[in-house]
């Protein structure tokens, strides 16, 4: 099994700046790659980024690619997602993934373990 916690979401204005994090535990082969998805109110679930555990390769979606930015710290089983330059179509509760491949995905259907979000606001 594996575990997730989701911290760091808030109420922030356009322009500025958030970092999310996602403390990890549980067996670590079940956590070969991390992604961060995003829901706004009455839309699907959709992907923010990815990163990999041992190989550090990450994949951003074109709407966020030169503001957010994926990393990991090993050492304390935590994956972040730094926010910069938010916008208000940046509204969501922001949720942390993982599945057990070490191939990145895009797809919600491949993460196996979910965390129970955290909600980020960006006021214009």
């Known amino acids: 099994q594996v575990q997730l916690v989701e911290s760091g979401g808030g109420l922030v204005q356009a322009g500025g700046s958030l970092r999310l994090s996602c403390a990890a535990s549980?067996?670590?082969?079940?956590?070969?790659?991390m992604g961060w998805f995003r829901q706004a109110s009455g839309t699907e679930r959709e992907f923010v980024a990815a990163i990999s555990w041992t190989a550090g390769s990450f994949y951003y979606a074109d709407s966020v690619k030169g503001r957010f930015t994926i990393s990991r710290d090993n050492a304390r089983n935590t994956v972040y997602l730094q926010m910069n330059s938010l916008k208000p179509e940046d509204t969501a509760v922001y949720y942390c993934?993982?599945?057990?491949?070490?191939?990145?995905?895009?797809?919600?259907?491949?993460?196996?373990?979910w965390g129970q979000g955290t909600q980020v606001t960006v006021s214009s």
């Open positions: 993934a993982a599945r057990n491949s070490v191939v990145l995905s895009t797809a919600k259907d491949n993460y196996n373990y």
């Open positions: 549980g067996r670590s082969d079940n956590r070969k790659t």
